[in-house]
Nanobody, 115 residues
Framework: QVQLVESGGGLVQAGGSLKLSCVAS????????MDWYRQAPGKQREFVAS????????YYADSVKGRFTISRDNAKNVVYLQMNNLKPEDTAVYYC????????WGQGTQVTVAS
């Protein structure tokens, strides 16, 4: 089963940017769509963005549309989430996920946006 490791989180001021990475342990992830979710304290995990296996199609939650960009590099087994113009309400643990039945989740990376 593929394993996922996220990185790139941290503390940033409102209006700043971060780029999250999610590295997959196996090249078989190239056949799957991938997505990012986030979970803020006391809230349910919510969808952020998704990308097709080829990278040609992507979707975004309305709350991040125009600010976040999902991309992937299948040669490196990596999915990215570029986050610009960050807001305090973006503070959460961000998880990458393989879009599949019983798809694998990463361990998460903390993003904190200070006002």
């Amino acid at each position: 089963q593929v394993q996922l490791v996220e990185s790139g989180g941290g503390l940033v001021q409102a209006g700043g940017s971060l780029k999250l990475s999610c590295v997959a342990s196996r090249s078989t992830f190239r056949t799957n769509g991938m997505d990012w979710y986030r979970q803020a304290p006391g809230k349910q995990r919510e969808f952020v963005a998704s990308i097709s296996s080829s990278g040609g199609i992507s979707y975004y939650a309305d709350s991040v549309k125009g600010r976040f960009t999902i991309s992937r590099d299948n040669a490196k087994n990596v999915v990215y989430l570029q986050m610009n113009n960050l807001k305090p309400e973006d503070t959460a643990v961000y998880y990458c996920h393989v879009i599949a039945v019983n798809g694998t989740w990463g361990q998460g990376t903390q993003v904190t946006v200070a006002s």
